[in-house]
């Protein structure tokens, strides 16, 4: 079956960094989604992509879906303690089941 | 708009025991979606429902099931608790059948 693999799986970076991290996938993907989730609660949805080649920014946040669309990349400006949590890619198919990433923990260092 | 919500927030159960959850979608959303997550396989699909119709099903055994009410509020049932089924259940929402899905904060399931 179609699978998603993220990475890094965790990031320790200092506060001000850029971050960046990426999903790959075996099978073609219409709509690629990042999330972010905060630790006893759901994911909360931070960009949707709809089409191959599409870059999409949400405030420091900018993500790209592939032009194979086999990929998605999350870019992450100038990191601040808020933004600590895991980030969640997702792939949603012809089928339009949709897909999970194991995640991205990102850690900031004092 | 209020967003997901999801009752209870935490629930402990024993083995051999059955559990129900709910789910009330955002306002105007028809198509619910279930989702187990724990630290070991992460966020699996579990069901879809549109229209008080199951739409999609992830490999999980029977003992899950679910339902969706003509308001579009959806329930999800776990019987005979095994204690791999500690996890927290995620209920997501979307406007129609395929379109973004936006999450209620889950419920916390453990099973002793």
């Known amino acids: 079956g179609q699978q998603l693999n993220q990475s890094p799986q965790s990031m320790f970076i200092q506060e001000g960094e850029d971050v960046s991290m990426n999903c790959t996938s075996s099978?073609?993907?219409?709509?690629w989604l990042w999330y972010k989730q905060d630790p006893g609660e759901g994911p909360v949805l931070l960009i949707a992509?709809?089409?191959?080649?599409e870059l999409t920014s949400n405030g420091r946040l900018t993500a790209q879906f592939g032009i194979t669309r086999k990929d998605s990349f999350l870019n992450i400006s100038a990191s601040i303690p808020r933004d600590v949590c895991i980030y969640f890619c997702a792939g949603q198919g012809r089928d339009d089941k949709i897909i999970f990433g194991k995640g991205t923990r990102l850690h900031i260092l004092p | 708009k209020a967003g997901v919500t999801q009752t209870p927030r935490y629930l402990i159960k024993t083995r051999g025991q059955q559990v129900t959850l709910s789910c009330s979608p955002i306002?105007?959303?028809?198509?619910v979606s279930w989702y187990q997550q724990t630290p070991g396989q992460g966020l699996q699909f579990l069901f879809e429902y549109f229209s008080e119709t199951q739409r999609n099903k992830g490999n999980f055994p029977g003992r899950f099931s679910g339902r969706q009410f003509s308001n579009s509020r959806s329930e999800m049932n776990v019987s005979t608790l095994e204690l791999g089924d500690s996890a927290l259940y995620l209920c997501a929402s979307s406007p129609d059948e395929g379109s973004t899905q936006y999450f209620g904060p889950g419920t916390r399931l453990t099973v002793l």
């Open positions: 306002s105007g959303h028809r198509s």
């Open positions: 992509l709809y089409k191959a080649g």
């Open positions: 099978s073609i993907f219409n709509t």
